[in-house]
């Protein structure tokens, strides 16, 4: 579900998406919530929200059954003795001015300020508080019942022990409880694991009176003292039971009945008759048994266990010699089981009547029931006619047997109802049928006039208006005077706001003249817009010595107008203060970190949140930031400032050193300067190529093969091209405003090359033929070279001297 910005203090009231109404006090708004799963988890779980003007707050109730069937999927509470953990994470968009387009996103520049957070607790340990329901027995047995009786005639229940300093112990440190009732007496038997057999017990139960609290708030109410070593509350009063027990001194067990009256314990008057007690060890377990008599007669000190049809709520507190330490328990809620036998319904009330009561009331009495086995009385009230209680919530249940009237009150005007009031018997037997009353309610007076009207100085040309809150629960709100003169009647008056809700008790008005004295009244205003409008006002001088809050929301950005020449667009958020004169504003080259050295470029009246600041540097980048001054002089803070370029009429200039090459064998590199340097800003390129020269883009035979992204270096490939043709290329470039760059169209070409056919390898048809030449070649040089060493070795020998040639050097003849 979603609700609408609601600020109480603005006196601004969201409507209700679903009735489409303003909110109004206990509205309930159906939403979805879907599983994780989506398709197996729809419908099962439930989210019901309502929003409480009284208290101003969400109660948000999620719903799914203990058992999906999915236990892969779901969590099953199948145990409920156990401690299942989980964790809430609270996600919220909290406007801060301006319009989202979407919620729970972050606002695009210009929206405004928006606050989206996501806060996560801590692991939650969830726990089912059974009810400890008393079973009912014949008079007097519960009184002699060993453990084994115990455990057949009554139920047990786990309660985990929690140290007194709040650390949870072993799993085995539980006490188990079961309880049961006769005619006379309420029985609560306890067994605690005793192995050791434990030479001291003490156990400390405090009873809250029913009716003082919810069971929700019994956890802090009931406290441990460690003074008095009992269970105490601070304020309120609470019916104590405590049994001590050893094996020496006190060999019976001490039973002692006291009374806690906002945190003071005393011993009851009566003494310690009411409380019977007993223990004994079975099977390793000790056992303890304590009781009292429904009734004792002692109004004052003892709560009266008369009404058997309610739930009433204690918490305990053991002592062994085993741990040596105080154990407390969580709160504990008991009932009684009603009578199997028992199915008559009380006896019908006499004497019922149901009139209007003239102030959103309803007036009821009737005859008091003289049944024995009274329970309580239950008074229902439906928009529609019934006649069968099954599955209706009673409005008031009452306990008292002798109430013969309720005064209803807070009841909507101008409606017609239906209201039965009935018995109900101690085993909340309900009858078959009933016949209610039809009464409409009216509302024609006016609640009492607020009391204690102040209206402080808030510092801030502003006053805060204070009062003391009605008790009348038909408040829808208050209206809030104020005026420059005294007034005593504010019948004939304006009021300044109206605040909704019973318990709103202050409001700030704020954008006042400092130093001029004002006078305030406050009117409450119910239902039906009732009011008494006789109030003397008091008065009040707004001072002012708080500067404005920093100014949110800062944009800025370049006018899309096609003849903004030199401009830049600055919008920001309105301030919330009231007491805004104007807006200083800001320039630099630079971004500005502190406005130390700075003078204002400008000012700008408070009505306005924007201003196109000219006269700039065309396409020159500027910084901006914007403070706001209230009526006293104070400047607000600015601690960021934006920046943006100032805008050009000219379109980008013309692309400049446009070159193509082959990048590979079917594609070619185009590269050329940026045009981001000055002028319009750039945001692409765009890429055209023809088979012929290019002189106009419109023509058929030039194509676009894309766009190429602003940058230092642009640059772009264009692919799956066929080689030996030439292709001619073209840039233009587009600026922020969608504008082409103008002049003459800058054009490169190149003629992509063609690789040499594929044939025969050389080699595998002559490679044998030469290698076979060759080694001819080489074996003819071998020969001639071993023939030529031999002639020049036979010159040589026949040069010798004769004697050498004879050997003997004689004659040779």
């Not at 969830?126 to 453990?147: H, I, N, T």
């Not at 192995?195 to 406290?223: K, Q, Y």
């Not at 012929?692 to 030039?702: K, Q, S």
């Amino acid at each position: 579900f979603d609700q609408n910005y609601y600020d109480p203090d603005a006196g601004e009231a969201g409507i209700n998406p679903i009735t489409h109404e303003p909110w109004k006090n206990g509205d309930v708004v159906g939403g979805y919530i879907m599983d994780h799963l989506p398709e197996r988890g729809l419908g099962q779980i439930d989210a019901r929200g309502s929003y409480d003007i009284v208290e101003q707050q969400w109660s948000l109730v999620l719903r799914r059954e203990l058992d999906t069937g999915d236990p892969i999927h779901d969590v099953i509470f199948d145990d409920l003795t156990q401690v299942y953990q989980f964790g809430l994470s609270l996600f919220g968009d909290i406007m801060g001015g301006g319009d989202a387009s979407a919620p729970f996103i972050e606002p695009d520049a210009g929206e405004g300020d928006r606050c989206v957070m996501n806060k996560v607790t801590n692991t939650i340990g969830l726990r089912f508080r059974p009810v400890v329901k008393a079973a009912r027995a014949a008079p007097g047995e519960p009184a002699s019942w060993d453990g084994q009786e115990w455990a057949e005639g009554s139920t047990d229940f786990w309660h985990e022990l929690i140290h007194r300093s709040g650390e949870i112990h072993d799993p085995w440190d539980w006490v188990n409880i079961s309880s049961a009732y006769d005619d006379e007496r309420l029985y609560m038997h306890l067994r605690y694991d005793d192995r050791n057999a434990s030479e001291e017990f003490a156990l400390s139960m405090a009873w809250l009176t029913p009716g003082m609290v919810s069971v929700e708030e019994t956890f802090n109410l009931l406290d441990w003292s460690d003074i008095a070593e009992n269970m105490i509350v601070e304020e309120g009063t609470a019916d104590l039971w405590k049994w001590r027990w050893n094996a020496t001194s006190l060999p019976e067990g001490e039973a002692i009945d006291m009374a806690v009256v906002d945190g003071v314990v005393h011993t009851d008057a009566s003494g310690p008759d009411d409380l019977q007690v007993r223990t004994w060890r079975e099977d390793g377990s000790r056992h303890i048994v304590i009781s009292r008599a429904l009734d004792t007669g002692e109004e004052g000190d003892d709560i009266a266990f008369e009404d058997l049809a309610r739930t009433y709520v204690m918490r305990m507190a053991l002592y062994t010699t085993d741990n040596g330490e105080w154990f407390v328990t969580f709160p504990v809620c008991a009932a009684f089981q009603p009578d199997p036998s028992d199915t008559t319904p009380a006896s019908p009330l006499d004497g019922v009547t149901v009139t209007d009561g003239g102030d959103s009331d309803i007036m009821l009495e009737w005859d008091p029931s003289e049944d024995v086995d009274f329970g309580q009385y239950r008074v229902y009230i439906q928009d529609d006619p019934f006649t069968d209680l099954r599955g209706l919530v009673p409005s008031v249940r009452i306990s008292d047997m002798e109430v013969d009237s309720l005064h209803m009150r807070g009841i909507r005007p101008d409606r017609t109802y239906h209201v039965a009031v009935v018995a109900v018997d101690d085993n909340r037997n309900l009858p078959s049928t009933v016949s209610p009353a039809e009464v409409r309610v009216t509302d024609t007076q006016a609640p009492p006039v607020p009391l204690d009207v102040k209206a402080f100085d808030n510092l801030d040309s502003d006053l805060l208006v204070s009062w003391d809150p009605g008790d009348s629960p038909d408040i829808e709100g208050y209206e809030i005077y104020l005026e420059t003169a005294p007034f005593s009647d504010a019948s004939s008056l304006e009021p300044v706001a109206t605040v909704r809700g019973m318990r709103v008790s202050s409001f700030r008005v704020g954008g006042l003249e400092a130093g001029r004295t004002y006078h305030a009244a406050v009117a409450a205003v119910d239902w039906n817009e009732n009011a008494d409008r006789q109030v003397a006002s008091v008065p009040g001088t707004p001072t002012d010595v708080v500067a404005p809050p920093e100014v949110r929301g800062l944009d800025a950005s370049t006018p899309q107008a096609p003849d903004s020449e030199g401009e830049a667009l600055v919008k920001w958020t309105a301030s919330t203060a009231d007491d805004v004169d104007h807006y200083n504003i800001y320039i630099s080259l630079t971004p500005i970190d502190s406005l130390q050295n700075f003078a204002p470029w400008g000012t700008v009246p408070a009505s306005e949140t924007s201003l196109v600041v000219d006269d700039l540097n065309a396409g020159v980048k500027y910084y901006f930031a914007v403070t706001a001054v209230d009526w006293a002089g104070h400047e607000g803070p600015s601690k960021y400032s934006v920046g943006s370029r100032a805008s050009t009429a000219e379109p980008p200039e013309p692309v400049r050193g446009l070159a193509a090459v082959q990048a590979g064998e079917g594609s070619v590199r185009l590269a050329w300067e940026s045009n981001n340097i000055t002028g319009s800003p750039v945001v692409r390129y765009r890429v055209f190529m023809s088979l012929e020269p290019i002189t106009d883009l419109a023509d058929e035979n030039v194509t676009s093969v894309g766009n190429a992204s602003a940058g230092p270096d642009p640059t772009i490939l264009v692919t799956e091209l066929e080689p030996g043709t030439t292709y001619y290329f073209c840039v233009d470039a587009v600026d922020d405003r969608g504008r082409i760059s103008a002049g003459s169209l800058p054009s490169a070409s190149v003629t992509l090359s063609v690789p040499p056919e594929e044939g025969t390898d050389l080699w595998e048809v002559y490679g044998p033929y030469v290698t076979i030449i060759l080694i001819v070649v080489i074996i003819g040089l071998l020969a001639y070279v071993a023939m030529n060493r031999q002639r020049r070795f036979g010159r040589i020998l026949s040069r010798r001297p004769s004697w050498e040639q004879n050997k003997n050097g004689g004659n040779g003849k």
